[in-house]
């Protein structure tokens, strides 16, 4: 029995030097010191044995599982190191592999121009206040002095949510919600998204954006209201811009006038993109109508305040030389690419 527990030592440690991996190591614990392992089958088998001869041999059988196990636990953590080390050099990085390049993004040319604007405007003291798309008809008509039924709502029909709420046609509800909100001096800018029902071409587009500028203190007159337009055009379209203000009516205006640039691509002698008047038009303006005033508590006995309003797209189409609006909706990489 002694030279069969020896050949079994002799066998498992054989095998333990040559093993490679984990799951075959633990094949060889198994298959000697296993439930049913040759080991075990030694130890069941020594009920057979004399008294003298007990002792001995399980004490080699202990001596022997004894080895094995440590063998065991020793291989154990050679493969585990070996596992290891195969996985990190598999993991190592080539750092002169190449990368992926990434594009670096750029602002839309509607924002870069409404960005523009913001800094003219906040350059000159101006706050920038912000209101609802979707508006209450009364802040939206009523109280700018459009009453229902007013014809000047036809040039700004839009999308009805019911009676009394719309999406906003422009961003004149703005100022009434600053003059109920803040007594003067106020001296804000608006901007945002409006809404008209338009048909799509390339100079309209039912959704658009405007920038809303009012101005309310103590005295304020129409000069300052074209001392303020000239700066910021000269800012806008170059030092040589001149403005050019023409009567017009906005039911909350008064005196009311449509305002042009001097042509930013011929400089007034006309051009294509001035149809040859040398003159562009790119806002709305006035002395804010004393009804306004009264509407939002302010007494137009003692102040007086001037308004504008202006189109983000056809200022950028200026700024940028583009000749059909839509493209600035398309999002299509290579016009936008270009500025
Ligand atoms: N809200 C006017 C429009 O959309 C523009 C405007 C604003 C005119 C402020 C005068 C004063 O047409």
Redesign the pocket.
Known sequence: MREQIEAIAREAMEKLENVQDMKSLEEIRVLFLGKKGKLTGILKGMGALSAEERPVIGQLVNEVRKQLEDSITTNKNRLLQKEREERIAKETIDVTMPGTLLSRGRKHPLTQVLDEIKEVFIGMGYEIAEGPEVELDYYNFEALNIPKNHPSRD??DSFYINENVVLR????PV?IRVMEAKKPPIKIICPGR?YRSDQVDATHSPIFH?V???VVDKGVTMGDLIGTLQVFAKSLFGENTIIRLRPHH?P??EP?AEVDVSCWACGGKGCRVCKNEGWIEI????MVHPKVLEVCGIDPKIYSGF?????VERTAMGRFNIDDMRLLYENDMRFLKQF
């Open positions: 040039t700004q046609t422009q961003t004149s100022q409006v405007q809303e500028g009012l906005f909350f205006t009311s806002l709305g303006a006035g308004a504008f309003g202006l189109g």
